[in-house]
């Protein structure tokens, strides 16, 4: 079956030299964005029940634009200042500049990994080895973090700051899709719970990552593309090498 229309699981993209629509322009095809997950805040009181003190800590980890956007914001609702000596440690630089929309950038009390991960990251925590450290987290994460913390000896609390909830959409929404594409697990829980009688048939899915391929399949549906490869590290590599070969 051709694929003329096609479902991408994620906001569309801000500017029009997103690779997405070069590639409706070369192969004629309608894609359209359609965003299956948001991240939402925990309530203040979700987040007292885990009994947690922010203001015992000295440093915060964040690992995401989300978890300094929920941070600061719960911090509001809960009435917490947080003092100008609060650490902060991240994973990125891009991670570290965003902190500027809510407190002062000063390189004394900002330090960022180079990889973009936490094993990147964890080196420059290490030197900082007295801190006590505050790690906001989704409610969708594993022990990852934990356990990396824990076999460097650092001092640390996790605690669940917000969360990925499904985005509902009309049945009729999301009719009509030669191909959807995928970007996470909670991608397929948010097709299930959308769809709960959703059946597969010629329209084809696409995926982004390990863990989203493994959910796929686990769902009972069939993958039809997946990312990266080596010939594809990207979905829209991978998206315009399928088009090209089954156009």
């Known amino acids: 079956m051709k694929v003329n229309k096609i479902l991408v699981s994620q906001p ?8 997405y629509f070069d590639i409706a322009r070369k192969f004629g095809v309608t ?18 029940q885990q009994k947690v003190t ?6 915060i980890v964040f690992t995401s634009r989300h978890a300094i956007d929920h941070f600061f914001g719960l911090c509001t609702e809960l009435r917490v200042n947080v003092p100008e000596t609060m650490k902060y440690f991240c994973v990125s630089e891009a991670i570290a500049l965003y902190i500027q929309k809510y407190v002062q950038y000063r390189k004394r009390k900002v330090f960022y990994g180079e990889s973009g991960k936490i094993e990147g ?3 420059v925590m290490v030197k900082h080895k007295t801190e006590k450290y505050f790690v906001p987290l989704s409610n969708v994460h ?10 460097n000896n650092l001092q640390f609390t996790e605690a669940v700051m917000y969360r990925t909830v499904s985005h509902i959409y009309e049945p009729s929404e999301l009719e009509g899709y030669d191909m959807m594409i995928f970007f996470s697990p909670a991608g397929i829980v948010s097709l299930k719970e959308n769809l709960p009688n959703f059946e597969q048939g010629d329209m084809k899915i696409a995926c982004f990552g390990p863990s989203t391929a493994a959910a796929i399949k686990e769902a009972g549906l069939r993958l039809d593309l997946e990312a990266p490869t080596v010939e594809a590290p990207s979905m829209t590599m991978a998206l315009e090498q399928y088009l090209a070969k089954n156009k």
């Not at 922010?54 to 440093?59: G, K, P, V």
């Open 142 to 151: 594993n022990d990852d973090i934990s356990h990396l913390l824990e076999a």
């Open 121 to 123: 990251l964890i080196p």
């Open 54 to 59: 922010i203001l015992d800590h000295t440093a």
């Open 12 to 19: 569309k993209p801000a500017s029009d030299k997103s690779p």
């Open 31 to 48: 894609i359209d964005f359609k965003q299956f997950i948001k991240v939402e805040a925990v309530s203040s009181k979700e987040f007292r």
